[in-house]
């Protein structure tokens, strides 16, 4: 799938994209475009989780758990917001992309609380596993 038509859908409602025939094909690429995109965003978690690492080994695990603190808290702020936008999405391809990304923000969000419980731990061993 190409990157382009990830960012152009990578983003909270509403979509600007005219909801396409509810046809098998159609429902077949919704499938393949939300998985597209939840392993998309992923591997970003993924490098993100990396860098924060890396500054933990550096002497940096203040800083990151502020970072993941203000992360926490903005998305917390958000989630009313995008839990309505994505109630008000039509159904259809719109709908499921919206449901499947306020999933990947909760998970995201407990993703990023866990870690930083881990390191107020002073549980550092978290950063050598993965997902």
């Known amino acids: 799938m ?3 038509l990830l960012t152009a859908w990578n ?3 509403p979509y600007h994209h005219a909801e396409p025939e509810d046809n098998e094909d159609e429902d077949h690429f919704t499938a393949n475009l939300v998985d597209a995109l939840l392993g998309h965003n992923l591997r970003v978690e993924r490098k993100s ?21 203000e992360f926490i808290l903005a998305e917390l702020d958000r989630w009313p917001h995008r839990k309505v936008q994505a109630s008000d999405c039509s159904l259809g391809r719109h709908k499921e992309v919206a449901n ?18 881990a390191l107020e731990n002073g549980d550092v061993s978290y950063l050598d596993r993965g997902y």
């Open 2 to 4: 190409d990157d382009t």
């Open 11 to 13: 983003h909270d409602p």
């Open 49 to 69: 989780r990396q860098v924060r690492a890396a500054r933990c080994w550096r002497g940096e695990t203040d800083s990151v758990l502020n970072e993941l603190d």
């Open 100 to 117: 499947a990304l306020l999933f990947w923000h909760a998970y995201v969000l407990r993703l990023q609380y866990l870690e930083g419980q």
